[in-house]
C-alpha cells in the first residue's frame, strides 16, 4: 500500500469533481448562451488549471482512460490505477449531484427533460449519430488525449508546468468536435456520474463511453510504450 498516497487520491477525487461542476455545469445551466465554443472552452480551462494545481499532487488524470494509458505506458502501478480510478468516480458523482442540486434552483428545470449533459447515441445523441460513429469518435478522440498527457508528463522535470496548455487546449478541440455527436465523453468518470444519475437511456448506454474511451487509452499507452518513447541510449547517440 505505500505506492497509495492519500492527497492524491483525494487530489483525483476533487479534481474530477470541478470538472464535471464546471464541465457538465456550463453545458447544462448555460448551454442556451455560450453554446458548443464556451462548453469546450469551460471542460478544456478547468482541466488546464486542475493540471496546475494538482498536477504535482496525482499527476491530474480525473480520468480514469487517462490511468489506463498510463498503467499500459508503465508510468503507474497497477493498485495506485484501480484506487484513482475509484476516487475518480466518486468525484464524478459528487460533481453531478452538485450540478443537479444547482440546476434543480432553476424555476421549469426538470431532469427528465432538460437533462443532465449526459452522453448517448442514436436518439440520445444531440445529433442523432449511431452507435457506430460515437463508438469510432470516442477511441480516437480518447486515444488522442492521453497520448498528448502522456508525452507531455513524460518529456518534463516539471510536467505539470509543461502540460498544462496542450491537456487543456487537446480537451477543447476534442469537446469542439464531438458535443455534437455524442456530448463528448472521452472520461468514463465524467460519463458515470451524470448518467447514473439521470438513469434511462443514459445508464443503458453507459457501456459505450467506458469500452470506448478505455479502448482509446490502451492504443494511445501501447503507442507511447512502444513507438514514441525513444530509449535513453537512443537519444544520446542522436545528439552525438
Given amino acids: 500500500m505505500k505506492s497509495i498516497s492519500f492527497p492524491a487520491l483525494v487530489a483525483e477525487t476533487l479534481g474530477t469533481a470541478l470538472l464535471v461542476i464546471f464541465g457538465v455545469g456550463t453545458a447544462v445551466v448555460g448551454g442556451d448562451t455560450v453554446g458548443t465554443p464556451g462548453i469546450a472552452l469551460a471542460f478544456g480551462l478547468t482541466l488546464l488549471a486542475l493540471v496546475y494545481a494538482i498536477g504535482p499532487i496525482s499527476g491530474c488524470h480525473v480520468n480514469p482512460a487517462v490511468t489506463v494509458g498510463a498503467l499500459i505506458a508503465r508510468a503507474i502501478t497497477p493498485i495506485r490505477a484501480v484506487f484513482y480510478i475509484l476516487a475518480q468516480a466518486i468525484g464524478a458523482l459528487i460533481g453531478a449531484a452538485v450540478v443537479l442540486t444547482v440546476a434543480s434552483g432553476r424555476p421549469g428545470y426538470s431532469l427528465s427533460s432538460d437533462g443532465l449533459g449526459t452522453n448517448g447515441f442514436a436518439g440520445s445523441s444531440p445529433g442523432e449519430y449511431g452507435l457506430a460513429s460515437v463508438a469510432l469518435f470516442e477511441t480516437i478522440a480518447t486515444a488522442t488525449l492521453v497520448l498528448v498527457v502522456l508525452a507531455t508528463t513524460a518529456r518534463s522535470v516539471h510536467p505539470a508546468l509543461a502540460a498544462g496548455i496542450p491537456i487543456g487546449l487537446t480537451l477543447t478541440v476534442v469537446h469542439l468536435l464531438g458535443i455534437g455527436i455524442d456530448s463528448t465523453s472521452v472520461n468514463p468518470?465524467?460519463?458515470?456520474?451524470?448518467?447514473?444519475?439521470?438513469?434511462?437511456?443514459?445508464?443503458?448506454?453507459?457501456?459505450?463511453?467506458?469500452?470506448?474511451?478505455?479502448?482509446?487509452?490502451?492504443?494511445?499507452?501501447?503507442?507511447?510504450?512502444?513507438v514514441l518513447t525513444v530509449p535513453a541510449a537512443a537519444r544520446t547517440s542522436e545528439t552525438v
Fill in 189 to 226: 468518470a465524467r460519463s458515470f456520474g451524470p448518467a447514473l444519475l439521470a438513469g434511462g437511456p443514459a445508464l443503458s448506454q453507459l457501456w459505450v463511453f467506458v469500452v470506448f474511451p478505455v479502448l482509446g487509452a490502451v492504443l494511445a499507452g501501447l503507442t507511447h510504450r512502444f
